[in-house]
T-cell receptor
Framework: LAKTTQPISMDSYEGQEVNITCSHNNIATNDYITWYQQFPSQGPRFIIQGYKTKVTNEVASLFIPADRKSSTLSLPRVSLSDTAVYYCLVGEGDYKLSFGAGTTVTVRA | SQTIHQWPATLVQPVGSPLSLECTVEGTSNPNLYWYRQAAGRGLQLLFYSVGIGQISSEVPQNLSASRPQDRQFILSSKKLLLSDSGFYLC???????????FGPGTRLLVL
């Protein structure tokens, strides 16, 4: 499985856009990039997944450059309820995903 | 729609006691099933995964075991708990077509 590197923590304020960049230099041709969100005492929740270019859903956008060695999760206009840990995962299918420490995003009023 | 259940939600057990955590999935057939453990402030550690009934793969050597007696049932067990078994245990099922995993609510285990 490709190893990922993401910042340990990020601080933001309500209404701002939060961008979390994940590095995955050894991504394989068949690997997808998936982001999860985890609140305290809950299981991770799928946010978004992409293979290349840009993907957008009602929660976030995912930007993937042509070389696919990194990806950026963009959370528009965050609120206090977006305070959570965000995980970047790279792999083929759902099989044996490897969760790192993630990025703790703290949104302040 | 698919639903994943875990119980109990919290559990306090003495050292040396046995453990049985159960996970069931509804609304899907032949899912991949996973057990994870999360220590406080840490990422998720994959413990076991299963691609079918009776098929269990262990990711790390430990005091725990897993079984899959039915297609949508996954059980995590221990004969004798250790203090180091404390943590947040999460069950997940995988959807090959959507290429992602869906997690249950988790069980918080405290071994004293």
């Amino acid at each position: 499985l490709a190893k990922t590197t993401q910042p340990i923590s990020m601080d933001s304020y309500e209404g701002q856009e939060v961008n979390i960049t994940c590095s995955h230099n050894n991504i394989a041709t068949n690997d997808y990039i998936t982001w999860y969100q985890q609140f305290p005492s809950q299981g991770p929740r799928f946010i978004i997944q992409g293979y290349k270019t840009k993907v957008t859903n009602e929660v976030a956008s995912l930007f993937i450059p042509a070389d696919r060695k990194s990806s950026t999760l963009s959370l528009p206009r965050v609120s206090l309820s977006d305070t959570a840990v965000y995980y970047c995962l790279v792999g083929e299918g759902d099989y044996k995903l490897s969760f790192g420490a993630g990025t703790t995003v703290t949104v302040r009023a | 729609s698919q639903t994943i259940h875990q119980w109990p939600a919290t559990l306090v057990q003495p050292v040396g006691s046995p453990l049985s955590l159960e996970c069931t999935v509804e609304g899907t057939s032949n899912p991949n099933l996973y057990w994870y453990r999360q220590a406080a402030g840490r990422g998720l550690q994959l413990l076991f995964y299963s691609v079918g009934i009776g098929q269990i793969s262990s990711e790390v050597p430990q005091n725990l075991s897993a079984s899959r007696p039915q297609d949508r049932q996954f059980i995590l067990s221990s004969k004798k708990l250790l203090l180091s078994d404390s943590g947040f245990y999460l069950c997940a099922w995988g959807d090959l077509y959507q290429e992602t995993q869906y997690f249950g609510p988790g069980t918080r285990l405290l071994v004293l």
